[in-house]
């Protein structure tokens, strides 16, 4: 699919709307969170551990502070309110102050009048540490000594469904499939590192201009660390160069308040790549075991996991991660006894927490490695396979939760497999190795296979999760607040369509900044949540406004202030049942891969997908949804790995931690976008999220080609070239 | 030690400043022209992009008090007093714009592009921005945005 550009003849819901934002971002005017700017402005710095595991024994932060030019140096002992900050449990330090737990730890803040100064001043505080052996193992975390008052388990949960003691007749026919599978840790990489601004309020309080995902979790987080009111704490969001999860956790937002507060100036930071990779959470490292047993016509009869998941140094969304894995690691399929076992661990490493696709990415390897496992051992295709079992409206998960709602898991893989398959490539610029002209076109060996994966939308069990919005209509004017944090996704431009769509096109629209000031939380960008729960939010306001209009046309102004609540979930009991989703999104992909098993390089030549969106609001943001979410998952099973030594990252660059590059990926092609016929209660329109599921099977569908391709077992992500080239397996 | 900068067509005098300063950081923080970003520091990304004499640069690599006496051109100086180019008109046509922080770079990179190749194929498209790193798109809608602008070239030539 090369164009598409819906339609613009009209302004609301379903055409191709522009983004409000777009004309700033092509000629470089819109302001990022790293652009801003102001009179007397100091500039941050941050000292860090240089240690996965120490005791500090001292901070002497005397040579920075009389360093000329440095305004403050803060520590533990500067933070007057808690100590701590975290997204589910405050179990991370502002600084550190007695001990370090990972590479990258904040142990102080530096503001100065120069961006230099303030890091020269940072490097120059004496830290004496007694260093200790990390914990780097995950299993070993498990049994050792805590590593911090919380324990060292961040979670451990088990899903039992069916029978859980139910086993295969193997007289019967019956097969059973054994795996293990790895997935290493992924960056974010949002290509805008992490920035801000703030500034001191006449009132005794802090404002702040940010790039994040959650703009009333940092304000809490913030003010409970500055002992302020809430109200005193003003954040206002500022351009955000891409979040991808990286945003959801506080990184510099306190730092940064405190020296504003400290200084009485405004204090500006911006961390460098390398500061980037240590100062947000990262996918989590996991190692999965998984046993499916089927009958002899392919029929699932159990599947059985334990999921081991790196939480690293502190909780961040690690439980929550854990619960999506645990509940997704059946894959999208029939499945009628279960028995999972998640757990989420502390260790010495850098903290993991939330990435597009939260935990259904890991699985998601697992239980499609699985599925083409045992399509081998059943001597069966592995698309028959997938569809003998797709779930479907009405089947049970494995939490034994009601599948209500659209499932065209079978539609979604008949799609991708329908699709016609790409001829040789043209040319060796498009052989394996790319213009490096390494490769002979005999030698390749080309692969293919297919994935399906899904998840939750919204946030889950029983969690109390809402969206606000306002409306005010005045003079053919629709001025709309909302504290969505717009990230790159383009919910701007869905505001205008969904206002449009209800008041009509003639009026204008108006979105204000995302603040706390003005309007109530919008809940996170995050859990592809905010199409359906700010959207409907919007789109609650501009119904109550137009109810107030058909009643009384002859009014000046009308206003609407709406909180938007999705259906109510259950916690998960002790057997992990109950109803713990909102509901869910389905994709499917098919990968050809081209391999070089001599060089062990690969190229990527074709990708096509499948999803599920429940209604169509934009179609030219939705495809650069499945398009940007497909090249993260790919990139997972190509080359993307945060390399950890000692508990140190070797690779924190662009130049060593590599993402794809516009060569690296082929044009992604859509063999179908299935919507819901019946719209689920409290979607707008029945519009889902759509950012994270093609996120979820893309990578499984890579690694699965490249098997194909190799015949090896390669049971890890990312492949590396020596995986296949040095592989002890690989016939010549 | 001052300097003297010529970045789109305006001279500036850079004032005793560090001159170890880059130009990216120069453009940034010293000649209020944010529209080049800094992504990498280590000209991997693509986000800094400028032209010096019409060759395209990262500007995080190069010197500012080196650039004296050469031709600076910015994403600032892309659009005309007439309006958008045809390369940032067709980014937000092809919907080639997500979080954006890629864009003012690519905007340089393929003005710069279809100067060279007035009609890319697509695997040249894709080698020749391969230095212009995008986490959002995926990179389809920016080569559709490529393709169009060269079309159109092609369609008023």
């Not at chain 1, 005017?29 to 120490?54: I, K, V």
């Not at chain 2, 940034?28 to 060759?55: I, T, W």
Request: hydrophobic share 40%; glycine share 10%; aromatic share 4%.
């Amino acid at each position: 699919m090369s164009t598409v550009t819906g339609r613009r003849d009209r302004r609301g819901v379903g055409t191709g709307a522009a983004r409000p934002d777009g004309i700033p971002k092509v000629t470089g005017e819109f302001a990022y969170s790293s652009d801003l700017w102001e009179a007397g402005m100091l500039w941050g710095a941050t000292l860090r551990s240089p240690h996965p595991s120490a005791r500090i024994i001292s901070i002497d932060t005397t040579a920075a502070v009389a360093m000329p030019g440095v305004r403050a140096v803060l520590t533990a002992d500067d933070v007057p309110g808690r100590p701590t900050y975290g997204l589910e449990v405050p179990d991370q330090p502002v600084f550190a102050s007695d001990v370090v737990r990972y590479v990258g730890e904040p142990i102080a803040a530096v503001a100065a009048d120069h961006y230099d100064i303030a890091r020269r001043a940072a490097a120059a505080i004496v830290v004496t540490y007694d260093v200790l052996d990390p914990l780097l193992d995950p299993e070993a975390s498990l049994t050792a000594e805590p590593l911090h008052p919380d324990g060292n388990v961040f979670r451990h949960m088990v899903i039992r469904h069916g029978d859980p003691d139910a086993v295969g007749d193997p007289a019967a026919g019956d097969i059973v499939v054994e795996g293990t599978y790895e997935v290493g840790m992924q960056d974010q990489a949002p290509l805008g590192t992490e920035s801000g601004l703030a500034k001191p309020t006449a009132d005794g309080g802090v404002e702040l201009r940010i790039g994040t995902q959650w703009l009333h979790v940092d304000r809490d987080q913030i003010a409970a660390s500055l002992d302020l009111d809430p109200d005193l704490v003003q954040v206002e969001l500022a351009g955000v160069g891409g979040a991808f999860g990286a945003r959801e956790d506080v990184s510099l937002q306190i730092h940064l308040c405190l020296l504003a507060k400290r200084t009485g100036r405004p204090v500006k930071m911006i961390y460098g790549r390398e500061e980037s990779f240590l100062g947000h959470v990262h996918r989590h490292p996991a190692r999965m075991w998984f046993r499916h047993t089927a009958k002899a016509d392919g029929t699932l009869v159990k599947v059985e996991a334990k999921l081991l998941f790196d939480g690293g140094a502190y909780c961040s969304s690690s439980p929550a991660v854990l619960a999506n894995a645990t509940c997704f690691a059946g894959g999208p399929y029939k499945i009628p006894n279960a028995v999972v076992e998640g757990s989420a661990v502390r260790t010495n490493n850098p903290p993991c927490g939330a990435m597009r696709g939260f935990g259904s990415v890991q699985v998601c390897f697992g239980h499609e490695g699985q599925m083409d496992k045992l399509a081998a051992a059943l001597g069966m295709d592995p698309v028959e396979l997938r569809l003998k079992n797709a779930l479907a409206p009405g089947d049970r998960l494995i939490t034994g939760q009601r599948l209500d709602g659209a499932a065209p898991v079978a539609a979604l893989i008949e799609a991708v497999a329908a699709s016609p398959l790409p001829g040789e490539v043209d040319g060796p610029m498009g052989l394996p190795g790319g213009p490096g002209r390494t490769t002979q076109a005999g030698d390749v060996r080309r692969g293919v296979a297919l994935a399906v994966g899904f998840k939750n939308l919204m946030f889950s069990e029983g969690y109390d999760d809402s969206a606000a919005a306002k409306i005010r209509l005045f003079d053919g004017v629709a001025t709309v607040s909302t504290a969505c944090a717009e990230v790159g996704q383009g919910f701007v431009t869905l505001v205008h369509q969904i206002v449009h769509e209800v008041l009509g096109d003639d009026i204008e629209v108006v979105l204000n900044t995302a603040s706390t000031t003005d309007v109530g939380s919008a809940g996170s960008t995050s859990a592809s949540r905010q199409t359906w729960m700010s959207g409907g939010a919007v789109k609650l306001a501009a119904d109550d406004i137009k109810a107030q209009v058909d009643l009384d046309p002859d009014r000046a102004e009308y206003l609407a202030d709406v909180v938007h609540q999705h259906t109510p979930t259950t916690p998960l009991d002790e057997n992990g049942q109950g109803e713990p989703h909102v509901s869910f999104t389905f994709a499917c992909h098919r990968a050809v891969v081209d391999v070089d098993p001599e060089l062990g390089v690969l190229r990527l030549v074709d990708l096509v997908t499948s999803q599920e969106v429940g209604k169509i609001l934009n179609p030219v943001q939705l495809l650069g949804q499945l398009e940007g979410g497909a090249a993260q998952g790919a990139g997972l099973a190509l080359m993307e790995e945060i390399v950890l030594e000692g508990g140190h990252i070797k690779n924190p660059s662009f130049t060593d931690y590599l993402i794809p590059t516009s060569f690296d990926l082929p044009e992604l092609r859509v063999a179908a976008i299935i919507e819901e016929p019946e719209p689920h209660l409290g979607a707008p329109f029945g519009a889902k999220g759509v950012g994270e599921a093609p996120t979820i099977s893309s990578g499984a569908a890579v690694i699965a080609a490249i098997r194909a391709a190799t015949g090896l077992e390669l049971p890890r992500v990312p492949v590396r070239p020596s995986d296949i080239a040095l592989s002890p397996d690989r016939t010549p | 030690m001052n300097y003297k900068l010529s970045v789109n067509g305006t001279d500036h005098t850079v004032e005793s400043t560090w001159e170890g300063e880059s130009l990216l950081y120069v453009l940034r923080e010293r000649l209020g022209l944010p529209g080049a970003k800094g992504a990498c520091e280590q000209g991997e990304c693509g986000s800094c992009s400028v032209l010096l004499d019409g060759d395209l640069v990262c500007s995080c690599l190069v010197l500012a008090a080196a650039a004296e006496g050469r031709d600076v051109r910015t994403v600032e100086a892309v659009a005309g007093p007439e309006g958008l180019s045809d390369v940032q008109q067709a980014f937000l046509d092809a919907g080639a714009v997500q979080c954006g922080f890629c864009t003012p770079g690519l905007i340089v990179a393929v003005h710069d592009l279809l100067e060279r190749h007035p009609q890319p194929d697509d695997l040249t498209m894709r080698e020749e921005l391969a230095g212009n790193l995008c986490r959002c798109t995926g990179y389809g809608r920016i080569m559709e945005a490529v393709r169009m602008a060269a079309d159109r070239r092609a369609a008023s030539a």
